[in-house]
C-alpha cells in the first residue's frame, strides 16, 4: 500500500537569527523537518529579508514562497490567508502565535510564552498609548482564536502550557509540550573562517577585558534590565574591577537601559563598568560566553529562555532569576535569585564569584541538564504531530 503524500505548510516568516530565540526556533524546525521527511511535500513561506537564507538545493519536495507581508500587521490578517489557500495545503504550522483568523485551512501553532497577556503595560511599547490598547485587543483576539481553532498547541515548556490552561481554559490534553534545542552557535558556519577567530582580539574588538560577566538578549521590561544595572553597579562599587558586558540589537527599549545606566555611571563615576557592544554575531558570541566568568539572566518571566542554556553549553556559569520557567528549564544548573532583591542578587553573586569550585559544579551540572534539549528531537517530536492529524 503506497503512503498518501500530504502537503504540508511552515510559516517561516520569523526564520534566522534577526528574530533572537524565535527565529532560531523556526529556523532549526524547518531545517531539520527538511531533513528528515523525504515523503511529504512541504511549502516554506518566508519573508523579502530571509528568503534566499534558506537553501533548499535540488529538493523537489520543497517550495519556497515569499510572502512580502509583515507580522502582526492587518495585511497579514486579510492578506496572508490568500497565499495559504492558493497552495491547497493539508497543514500549516504556525511557529508563533500570528495566526490569521480566518485561516482556511487546518493548522497548529506553537505558543512560547503569553508575555504579553502577562505584561499589558504601555511603558512595553513605544506606540501612543489608545494605539497599544486597541493592538493589545487584537493580539488577545488573535492568540484567543489561535488556541481555540488549532488542531494541536505545541509549548515549550510546562509552565507555559499551565499559563494557557489557566488563563485561556484550554484544555490540557490539546497542548503538546516540546523542549526547544541547544546547539554550536557556530554549526554550519565555515569551520575555516571559524578557526581563524582569535579570542583576543575579538573581546578587543568590544573593548572587553576580563573578568567580566555577561547578559545576551533583549532589553524589554520584563527582561529586568534596570534591576540588572543598578544591582550590578551597587555591587561593583564594593568590588572594583568587573564588568558587564550586555549584548543585543540596540533599539528604543536598549537605548532606554542604555540612558539609565549611562545616568547612574555619570553620577557615581562608574567609567568603564558597563559595555553594550550591540548586536554580535553568533560565531563572536561563542567566543564572549566562554570568556565570560559569570552569565547572568535576571528575567521576570520566561517561556523557555535560551541564552542560559547557550551559556552553559559554552562552559560558563549561570546566574539565574528564579521566576517564571527557570527552574523547570535550567535545573541544576544554574544558582538562582529573587529578581527584585538586591540583597539575594548580591549574596549569590558573591557566592559566585567567591568559588570556583561552585562554579565548575553549575557548568558541569549544566552539562547533564542540556541532554534534554536538542534541536534534532524537538523537530522530530514536531513532525509526529503533523503525521498524527494528518493520518
Not at 16 to 45: C, S, W
Not at 54 to 78: A, H, R, T
Amino acid at each position: 500500500m503506497i503512503k498518501e503524500t500530504k502537503k504540508i505548510g511552515i510559516d517561516a516568516r520569523f526564520y534566522g537569527p534577526f528574530a533572537k530565540g524565535l527565529g532560531r526556533y523556526t529556523q532549526e524546525i524547518v531545517d531539520n523537518i527538511l531533513k528528515m521527511d523525504k515523503e511529504n511535500h512541504y511549502v516554506i513561506f518566508l519573508g523579502r529579508h530571509n528568503f534566499d537564507e534558506l537553501i533548499i538545493g535540488n529538493n523537489k519536495n520543497v517550495k519556497k514562497v515569499l510572502v512580502d507581508i509583515k507580522w502582526y500587521s492587518l495585511k497579514e490578517q486579510f492578506f496572508f490567508p490568500y497565499y495559504i489557500w492558493k497552495e491547497k495545503l493539508d497543514l500549516i504550522h504556525f511557529t508563533h502565535f500570528n495566526v490569521p483568523i480566518f485561516c482556511p485551512t487546518k493548522f497548529i501553532v506553537t505558543i512560547h510564552d503569553l508575555i504579553l497577556t502577562k505584561f499589558k503595560t504601555v511603558r512595553a511599547t513605544t506606540k501612543h498609548p489608545i494605539v497599544y490598547n486597541l493592538k493589545d485587543f487584537f493580539y488577545r483576539l488573535v492568540i484567543k482564536s489561535a488556541l481555540k481553532k488549532s488542531e494541536k498547541i505545541i509549548t515549550v515548556s510546562n509552565f507555559t502550557k499551565n499559563d494557557i490552561v489557566e488563563q485561556f481554559k484550554i484544555k490540557p490534553d490539546k497542548i503538546k509540550v516540546i523542549y526547544e534545542g541547544v546547539s554550536n552557535l557556530s554549526k554550519g558556519r565555515d569551520s575555516l573562517f571559524i578557526a581563524k577567530l582569535n579570542k583576543d582580539e575579538i573581546l578587543g574588538d568590544y573593548h572587553i577585558s576580563p573578568p567580566y560577566f555577561l547578559y545576551v538578549g533583549n532589553a524589554y521590561p520584563h527582561k529586568n534590565l534596570e534591576f540588572l544595572v543598578k544591582s550590578f553597579l551597587e555591587w561593583r562599587s564594593k568590588n572594583p574591577g568587573f564588568k558587564l558586558v550586555m549584548i543585543g540589537k540596540e533599539d528604543f527599549f536598549y537605548k532606554r537601559v542604555k540612558d539609565y545606566a549611562e545616568e547612574i555611571i555619570t553620577k557615581n563615576k562608574y567609567e568603564n563598568s558597563i559595555i553594550f557592544t550591540g548586536y554580535v554575531p553568533d560565531e563572536k558570541l561563542e567566543i564572549l560566553y566562554q570568556g565570560a566568568m559569570i552569565y547572568i539572566f535576571p528575567s521576570l518571566y520566561e517561556g523557555f529562555g535560551l541564552p542560559p542554556l547557550e551559556a552553559l553549553f559554552n562552559s560558563c556559569p549561570v546566574l539565574s532569576s528564579k521566576a517564571a520557567s527557570m527552574p523547570e528549564i535550567i535545573q541544576g544548573g544554574a544558582l538562582y535569585f529573587d529578581p527584585g532583591n538586591y540583597s539575594d542578587f548580591s549574596e549569590k553573586l558573591n557566592a559566585l564569584v567567591g568559588d570556583d569550585n561552585l562554579r565548575q559544579e553549575l557548568v558541569l551540572a549544566g552539562k547533564e541538564v542540556l541532554k534534554k534539549y536538542n534541536w534534532w528531537e524537538c523537530a522530530f517530536k514536531t513532525k509526529e504531530i503533523y503525521s498524527q492529524l494528518l493520518s
